[in-house]
């Protein structure tokens, strides 16, 4: 069974840092693409940013220079750096894998909650 587990949200002032991590388990990892979206109230869901396999990397232009997700393989753990954040990165977060064997499919986590005050 696929499990991915987010930690790290919180409550921050704006200009703070967070850091986001989600690990995943029941999946080869590394053959994972993995991406992390939010989701702010009454609005939909959204792309962060994403990682594929290969380590290429890809960013909503709204986080730009200010967000950056990595991987550690090693960890079956994908990270998300969050620094200057801002009263709009207010969002709950969520961890998504597309698997490509094994249990092919898109999985996701349960979310973390980050806000951040003016």
């Known amino acids: 069974q696929v499990q991915l587990v987010e930690s790290g949200g919180g409550l921050v002032q704006a200009g703070g840092s967070l850091r986001l991590s989600c690990v995943v388990s029941?999946?080869?990892?590394?053959?994972?693409?993995m991406g992390w979206y939010r989701q702010a109230p009454g609005k939909q869901r959204e792309l962060v940013a994403h990682?594929?396999?290969?380590?290429?990397?890809n960013y909503a232009d709204s986080v730009k220079g200010r967000f950056t997700i990595s991987r550690d393989n090693a960890k079956n753990t994908v990270y998300l750096q969050m620094d200057s954040l801002k009263p709009e990165d207010t969002a709950v977060y969520y961890c998504?894998?597309?698997?490509?064997?094994?249990?092919?499919?898109?999985?996701w986590g349960q979310g973390t909650q980050v806000t951040v005050s003016s």
């Open positions: 029941g999946s080869i990892f590394s053959f994972n693409d």
């Open positions: 990682i594929t396999r290969g380590g290429s990397t």
């Open positions: 998504n894998a597309a698997l490509f064997i094994g249990p092919k499919g898109n999985y």
